[in-house]
Antibody, heavy 119, light 108 residues
């Protein structure tokens, strides 16, 4: 059974930093591209970032480019999201998600971790 | 950016009846369309991908149709566990993936 467990969310001031982690199990982690997707009541669901299985290729939404960095440690089956220069509009639930086997849809989701950016 | 518009925002249906949810793209996404179900306090769950292919363990009462710009999710006979929020997502324009704003399916 695929399991994705996010951690690292919390309250941070504008301009601050936070690192999210996602521990994966139940599948061959290095064989899957991994993603972060976020959700807010106002803007709904928003794709944030994707990293290839080997970690060589990364992709970002324009809204986070230059501020967020996605990475992975395949030896630890763990996905990361380093978030710098955080803004109020980054407040959201962040989900760790696997990419589908036949397209860029989102197959398995973690339970999410809440990030709140506020002074 | 491809804008995904779902209608209606809220749909009230009685258990046992059929529910039809719509999703329209601002430009063609061919068949690169997925549907998700989200219950309160839970993460979204993949229902349909490729516009019409059910994901693993999804009951046959869920079906997806459409191509190009107009898509439909049909739930043939609503069960109590089906009342939730449903989102569509296009992935034709990767990495510029976009989601619809959701349709809330509530008990009539």
């Amino acid at each position: 059974e695929v399991q994705l467990l996010e951690s690292g969310g919390g309250l941070v001031q504008p301009g601050g930093s936070l690192r999210l982690s996602c521990a994966a199990s139940g599948f061959t982690f290095s064989g899957y591209a991994m993603n972060w997707v976020r959700q807010t009541p106002g803007k709904g669901l928003e794709w944030v970032s994707t990293i290839s299985g080997g970690g060589n290729s990364t992709y970002y939404a324009d809204s986070v480019k230059g501020r967020f960095t996605i990475s992975r440690d395949n030896s630890k089956n763990t996905l990361y999201l380093q978030m710098n220069n955080l803004r109020a509009e980054d407040t959201a639930i962040y989900y760790c998600v696997t990419l589908g086997h036949s397209g860029y849809y989102f197959d398995n989701w973690g339970q999410g971790t809440l990030v709140t950016v506020s002074s | 950016e491809i804008v995904m518009t779902q209608s209606p925002a809220t749909l009230s249906v009685s258990p046992g009846e059929r529910a039809t949810l719509s999703c329209r793209a601002s430009q063609s996404v061919t068949s690169y369309l997925a549907w998700y179900q989200q219950k309160p306090g839970q993460a979204p769950r993949l229902l349909i991908y490729g516009a019409s292919t059910r994901a693993t363990d999804i009951p046959a009462r869920f079906s997806g149709s459409g191509s190009g710009t107009d898509f439909t999710l049909t739930i043939s006979s609503l069960q109590s566990e089906d009342f939730a929020v449903y989102f569509c997502q296009q992935y034709n324009n990767w990495p510029r993936i976009t989601f619809g704003q959701g349709t809330r399916l509530e008990i009539k």
